[in-house]
């Protein structure tokens, strides 16, 4: 059998995930720098509290849309952009590195356009029912919503597989349940706001988005159910 020295042992990372992971490391290394006067003069240092304020979503922009029916095209744009902006580098780096985990196996299934629909299409939803429950002026940051709706992505196609081996499918939803767990521990002993309602609806999203942007989608999980 013959084999190509020149082929990767590992598979390369998609480009869109390293797309994504570099405008999250370059906005906030713009922040860091900024806030360290090492450039855009004095008032870089308030950089990232502005970017809070003009490019993230709160419950009071969420209440504020539905009640006067009104959806402005500058507040709709923060439920993209907010993902990018983080409390500090530590915040952006683990969320980088969920990122590009997850996103690597469900890269490897889902088609390119499928994984920025989960992403973002987990942002949004995560945003509006974080405004939903929580109607206050606290902004929303950070890519945790779009990071858990890859979470999702990665259960659905882990139930997949296990109702197609006749395993327990359940197991697929052991990370999400470890995850909010420690979330509550890390709530308990250090305090934590309401950011896991954003970060539950997410996952909720980008599993159910599976069903449709996923290769086979709704049929392929439906034969492999009836299958057992």
Same mark, same amino acid.
């Given at each position: 059998?013959?084999?190509?020295?020149?082929?990767?042992?590992?598979?390369?990372?998609?480009?869109?995930?390293?797309?994504?992971?570099?405008?999250?490391?370059?906005?906030?290394?713009?922040?860091?720098?900024?806030?360290?006067?090492?450039?855009?003069?004095?008032?870089?240092?308030?950089?990232?509290?502005?970017?809070?304020?003009?490019?993230?979503?709160?419950?009071?922009?969420?209440?504020?849309?539905?009640?006067?029916?009104?959806?402005?095209?500058?507040?709709?744009?923060?439920?993209?952009?907010?993902?990018?902006?983080?409390?500090? /580098? &530590?915040?952006?780096? *683990?969320?980088?590195?969920?990122? =590009?985990?997850? @996103?690597? #196996?469900? $890269?490897?299934?889902?088609? !390119?356009?499928?994984?920025?629909?989960?992403?973002?299409?987990?942002?949004?939803?995560?945003?509006?029912?974080?405004?939903?429950?929580?109607?206050?002026?606290?902004?929303?940051?950070?890519?945790?919503?779009?990071?858990?709706?890859?979470?999702?992505?990665?259960?659905?196609?882990?139930?997949?597989?296990?109702?197609?081996?006749?395993?327990?499918?359940?197991?697929? /939803? &052991?990370?999400?349940? *470890?995850?909010?767990?420690?979330? =509550?521990?890390? @709530?308990? #002993?250090? $305090?934590?706001?309401?950011? !896991?309602?954003?970060?539950?609806?997410?996952?909720?999203?980008?599993?159910?988005?599976?069903?449709?942007?996923?290769?086979?989608?709704?049929?392929?999980?439906?034969?492999?159910?009836?299958?057992?």
């Amino acid at each position: 059998m013959s084999s190509n020295p020149n082929v990767s042992p590992v598979n390369p990372l998609p480009p869109v995930v390293v797309a994504l992971a570099l405008v999250m490391f370059v906005v906030e290394l713009t922040f860091n720098l900024g806030a360290r006067g090492l450039i855009g003069g004095p008032q870089a240092v308030g950089w990232r509290v502005a970017a809070m304020r003009d490019y993230a979503p709160s419950g009071d922009l969420v209440n504020w849309m539905i009640e006067v029916w009104r959806f402005p095209p500058e507040i709709l744009l923060r439920f993209l952009t907010y993902p990018f902006i983080h409390v500090n /580098f &530590t915040h952006m780096i *683990f969320a980088c590195v969920l990122l =590009l985990a997850l @996103g690597k #196996f469900v $890269g490897e299934v889902f088609r !390119w356009w499928a994984l920025l629909l989960v992403f973002f299409g987990s942002a949004i939803i995560g945003a509006v029912v974080y405004g939903l429950f929580i109607g206050t002026s606290v902004r929303l940051i950070g890519a945790y919503p779009a990071v858990y709706g890859l979470i999702g992505a990665f259960t659905f196609l882990l139930w997949v597989d296990l109702a197609a081996h006749g395993a327990n499918e359940y197991r697929a /939803f &052991t990370l999400i349940g *470890f995850l909010l767990f420690i979330q =509550l521990i890390f @709530g308990v #002993f250090f $305090g934590g706001g309401p950011d !896991w309602i954003a970060d539950l609806a997410g996952f909720v999203t980008g599993f159910g988005l599976s069903f449709v942007v996923s290769p086979g989608g709704w049929s392929r999980a439906l034969a492999q159910l009836r299958r057992r």
